[in-house]
Each structure stands twice: as structure tokens, then as C-alpha cells.
């Protein structure tokens, strides 16, 4: 299946469990892909036929920072839900990465994969 994705989209959000994180913005990165046929966009060059990766990355970043919520998890279900919502696809992985979490860690994160039931 042909995918359009999205790779290390930044945002700036109030996220996490603990009190300190309440007060001020971490950086998460979100890696996304979404199953996609992009025959009829290939064959018509035209982007209303097609998932546009710049509206999905925009209401990504809207949801996050509209909506604080304190887990990786509960955030990603979400996105997971929006995403099959609002946009022409059945599937949809998404990975988020908190690299400030773990100073011992390069990052650390949660990855789910969802489908339209
Ligand atoms: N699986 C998860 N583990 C942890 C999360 C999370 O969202 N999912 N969050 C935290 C804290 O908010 C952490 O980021 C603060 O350092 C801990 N573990």
C-alpha cells in the first residue's frame, strides 16, 4: 500500500504526568504514515486527491497544543482518531518522541497503529 508520511513534525506542548511539567512546553516529535492509494493523484496531479501532509501536520499541531493531556498514550489515541476521521485513509501509524524525558536516554516514546474498523 502506498503511504503519504510525515517525518520528526515538532511541537511545543504542555504534556506529562508530573506537577513541573505542567508549567512549561516540552518538544515532542511525531512520525506518521498513513496508508494512501495515490493513483487517482498521480494521474490527475491533483493534491484534492491525495492526503495533504501540510493539513494533517497543521491539525496534528492544533489538536496537541488545544487539548493538554498528561500521557504519550492518551495523546496518541487521539491523534489516532482524528487522523481516520478527518482524512482519506484506513490506516494510520503514528510514533511520538519526548527526547527531555530520559536525560539518560536519546529519547523515548510510544508508537501505535490504528485502522477504521
Ligand atoms: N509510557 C509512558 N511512560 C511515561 C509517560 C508517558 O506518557 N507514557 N510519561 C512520563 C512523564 O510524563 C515523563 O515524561 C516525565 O519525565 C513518565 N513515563
Redesign the pocket.
Known sequence: MDKVYISQLKVDTII???DF?KECKQSLYFDIEMDCDIAAAAASDDLSQTIDYAEVSRRVTEHCIAKPV????TLLEQLAALILAEFATNKVSIKVS?PA??PQAQTVG?MITRSKH
Not at 498528561?70 to 498514550?73: A, H, Y
Request: proline content about 0%.
Open positions: 506529562g504526568v508530573y511539567e498528561e500521557l504519550l498514550e519526548k524525558a530520559v510510544v
